[in-house]
């Protein structure tokens, strides 16, 4: 269709807008492990000591391993409390005879594209008042919740795809609605609900806003409070290690993110925030 | 509450009746209601926690005065010089406040036994136990009556002494509002009901409710101006970003071969999948005083400085780049796959047609993203309005509150500042705004994009 068109002006128009992000990302490996004299971009050697953080905690901050364990404990748990609260609500929404099941519907629909942020100064107080500020599991919870009607209404677009002979097939066996949901529908769905358990995992992991206001100090503080309260600190204003904590932040989002594409940008592009 | 009454009657459907009869104890998990009912409960408790509540308490903590200094539970009463100065200045009970707030002294049981304790002579406790219920106003009267008793103590002494009786209420603090009026009537036994009541009031330190909020809101020139800084980023970051360069992007990758295309997609997806965090950081790298910048525009004779603070403009040049970037991602994946949805025979036609680009562009690729157009800047506008994160890690408002954006403010107000006083109160004035705003789009976005009609009707009931 393109065959009488030339597409390298494009393909040049578009390196060159693209320049100033490729360059951000080539430097954000590049500056990690070497130095550069100043004034220059140009590195003159190789070097390592920009990871020393991770064998030396600096002094008055919780060592990197506790922060990073904080963030896996978080981004695991909210993105396993999705899929389970998701995988069981989208089946009734996508499956079953329930009163105002068009009114769950809507209300999905509804939740997914109001800004949940908005309610951050009420949820603040609330944990306050009821001794979950600055607690993992409070954050959690939150985290979940918000994320869950996103995962709702994913998870009902894939049991939509179950043919609905597969359960005719079950109660015909004399199996449960429970049994059937939970041993032949399920399994349809696996793939979905990996995708979804990558997608959730990643929210999880780059979550800055919630754990900062919710829970930002010292024992539950997660990478990126850490980090963004390494970059705040003005007295030691470090790029390279700012960078080196930042590569060591995004590189199981990058990694996970090259190994599955296909399962998540149609996850990303079905709409989530920002 | 068999299968069988689920299951539909006309067609092959029929066949479930000869379902075995499930097991009395499950008899609810085998019903399509019982089961829905059990499997939306999670998600229902977590909808009600975590939205309906907020919602509703958002709107409640709008109409308190609550902030660091009135703390979030109950309050205590304070006898405070700020408190004493409300009671002279607002209730014009300069008299009352002038007594509670000096030192006072009543000779009184507590005391002696505290002078027992200290070991003091017991002629002397005997002597103060005669003017039992006594109380003085100042401590020269008090320690002269303790001075003319017949075993006179020395100086240190009438010290010590005098400190056991005295009985100031100045910044004295109770837990309840029976403790201070039992307290203030110890020192003033005639206490009038106003009193009373204008007392409790001036010294209590808890939150209280107030429509305050709101006034302060509307009549504040600082709301204006975030609210202008709020609408021109949101309109700006739309406009040039999340509809416009996506189209870019989605139209040029659409004329490339799919390899490089492919590319062009990741390179520009990694804004949305990078924690904002890091993201806002390799800005900085290019925008800071040592940075990418600075150092490749000095070889051009220009000075050094941190571009994305060294004024308003260029703040907001790096504020709609940053959110701009991460934006543009998702109106490209949306059109893209609108565009690729376009019959090829179409572009064929106009091929043969000799149809340029650009035309091809304005009579085919155009109208088929009306509608995807249509909801990235529904769906955006209500992103951009609540965005915090990008913005906040970037400039933080700055520099002086030029890029403050309404979100921002929220937050700056109720949630983190610099000065350490929260106004839980007036933050949450300020995010019922963006609440309001939220419920009454999504609901008008429900209606636009018709969701109802994704909803395939169960098929096993009816």
């Known amino acids: ?274 | 509450m068999s299968a069988s009454r689920d299951i539909v009657e006309s067609g092959p459907a029929r066949i479930g009746t000869r379902a075995a009869p499930a097991r009395p104890r499950f008899a609810w998990l085998n019903s399509s209601k019982g089961l829905g009912l059990v499997l939306i409960m999670p998600a229902l408790l977590l909808v009600i926690a975590f939205f309906l509540a907020p919602v509703i308490l958002t709107g409640v903590f709008a109409f308190t005065n609550m902030s660091t200094a009135t703390g979030i539970t109950g309050g205590a009463y304070q006898i405070s010089p700020g408190a004493l100065r409300v009671l002279t200045d607002r209730y014009g009970m300069g008299e009352l406040a002038e007594r509670l707030g000096q030192p006072t002294y009543v000779v009184d049981e507590q005391g002696l036994a505290a002078l027992a304790e200290m070991e003091i002579d017991q002629d002397i406790i005997d002597g103060l136990k005669r003017r039992l219920g006594e109380t003085f106003s100042s401590r020269r009267d008090f320690e002269r009556v303790i001075r003319d008793l017949p075993t006179r103590p020395n100086t240190r002494t009438v010290k010590r002494i005098s400190d056991a009786f005295s009985r100031s209420l100045a910044n004295a603090r109770f837990a309840s509002a029976g403790a201070l009026m039992s307290a203030a009537e110890a020192i003033d036994p005639e206490l009038t009901d106003d009193e009373k009541a204008a007392l409790r009031e001036a010294t209590y330190t808890g939150w209280s409710w107030t429509t305050d909020n709101f006034r302060r809101l509307i009549t504040s020139p600082q709301t204006m101006r975030i609210l202008f800084n709020t609408i021109f980023f949101v309109a700006a970051t739309l406009l040039i970003f999340n509809t416009g360069f996506a189209m870019l992007l989605a139209i040029a990758t659409h004329y490339i071969p799919d390899r490089p295309a492919g590319i062009f997609r990741i390179i520009w997806f990694l804004p949305r999948i990078s924690p904002a965090v890091i993201y806002v950081l390799l800005w900085k790298w290019l925008a800071w005083d040592t940075g990418f910048l600075s150092a490749f525009l000095d070889n051009f004779g220009i000075r050094p400085r941190n571009w994305m603070l060294d004024s308003a403009f260029n703040a907001w040049v790096f504020v709609i780049l940053i959110n701009g970037f991460v934006g543009a991602s998702m109106g490209m994946l949306i059109f893209a796959s609108a565009i690729k949805a376009i019959p090829q025979s179409l572009f064929h036609a106009a091929s043969v047609d000799g149809a340029y680009r650009w035309q091809q562009i304005r009579h085919i690729i155009l109208p088929h993203l009306k509608w995807p157009i249509l909801f990235v800047t529904c769906y955006q506008t209500l992103s951009l309005l609540t965005s915090i994160e990008q913005t906040l890690l970037s400039t933080d408002g700055g520099p002086g509150g030029a890029t403050e954006i309404w979100s921002l403010a929220i937050y700056h107000t109720a949630l983190n500042n610099y000065a350490g006083n929260l106004q839980y109160g007036y933050g949450a004035a300020m995010a019922l705004v963006l609440v309001v705003i939220g419920i009454v789009l999504s609901l008008l976005y429900l209606r636009l994009f018709n969701y109802r009609a994704l909803i395939i009707k169960p098929r096993i009931e009816h």
């Not at chain 1, 920009?50 to 990073?68: D, E, K, N, Q």
């Not at chain 1, 079953?96 to 999905?108: C, H, K, Q, S, T």
């Not at chain 1, 032949?184 to 806003?209: D, M, T």
């Open chain 1, 1 to 274: 269709m393109t065959g009488h068109l030339k597409t390298w002006p494009i393909i040049l128009a578009l390196s060159i807008l693209s320049a100033p992000l490729v360059l951000m990302y080539a430097y954000l490996f590049i500056d990690t492990v070497t130095n550069s004299p100043p004034g220059s971009f140009i590195p003159n050697e190789f070097t390592l000591e920009h990871w020393a953080f991770l064998w030396h905690t600096p002094p008055g901050r919780p060592s990197i391993w506790r922060v990073t364990f904080n963030s896996l404990l978080f981004a695991a748990s909210t993105s396993l409390l999705v899929i389970v609260v998701s995988s069981m609500a989208g089946y009734v929404l996508s499956r079953l005879n329930v009163p105002a099941r068009g009114f769950f519907l809507a209300g999905v629909m509804v939740l997914h594209a109001f800004p949940a942020i908005t309610l951050i100064v009420a949820i603040f107080l609330v944990l306050q008042m009821i001794g979950l500020y600055n607690t993992l599991i409070g954050v959690i919870l939150v985290k979940a919740a918000i994320d869950m009607p996103l995962g709702i209404w994913l998870m009902k677009g894939f049991y939509d795809t179950v043919p609905w002979e597969i359960e005719m097939a079950g109660i015909q066996d004399g199996a449960s609605r429970f049994t059937v949901w939970r041993k032949l529908v399920l399994p349809q769905v696996k793939p979905g609900i990996f995708a979804l358990w990558l997608f959730a995992f990643l929210l999880g992991w780059s979550e800055f806003i919630l754990p900062q206001v919710l829970a930002p100090s010292g024992d539950v503080q997660v990478l990126s409070v850490y980090l963004a309260s390494l970059i705040a600190d003005d007295n030691n204003f470090d790029m390279a290690l700012f960078k080196s904590v930042g590569l060591f932040y995004i590189a199981p989002v990058l990694i996970l993110f090259f190994v599955f594409q296909n399962y998540l940008m149609n996850i990303y592009g079905g709409g989530s925030k920002g």
